[in-house]
């Protein structure tokens, strides 16, 4: 066996045990907007499903407002309460996807978030 065999099983061996140590990612999701066949203009609708951390997000449509939040109920209420007086359309997607927008939601989500992120460093070590 060469030199440079030996690096490349090496350098292999090391690449192998550096997935194996990360958790894998489930997909994330895209949020597109919606088809006009599928629903009106003129009806507000929202995206609500989980991020990759477990939290709860609802997102408008249209990108104009979305939260973070603990509970789907949570997110629920958010949703009809920022399209009152009249109910909206809910988009439950069944990939992950993240809030691209301004947390208007639960303030302490992104406390909790920055909390999980250091546990899981911790936790690593």
Known sequence: MTLQMCEEAAMA???LQAAHRQPRQPPVAEVKP???DVISAAIPAFFI???TAG????REARGRIGGLFLF???AVDFANRQSAP???ALVFPTE???LDLENRGNPLISLAAQARRLVARLAAR
């Open 55 to 58: 939290f709860w997000v609802a």
């Open 72 to 74: 789907k109920r949570s």
């Open 49 to 51: 499903g989980r991020n």
């Open 96 to 98: 992950t996807f993240e």
């Open 13 to 15: 061996a090391i690449a």
């Open 34 to 36: 919606l088809d006009p």
């Open 86 to 88: 009249a109910r909206c």
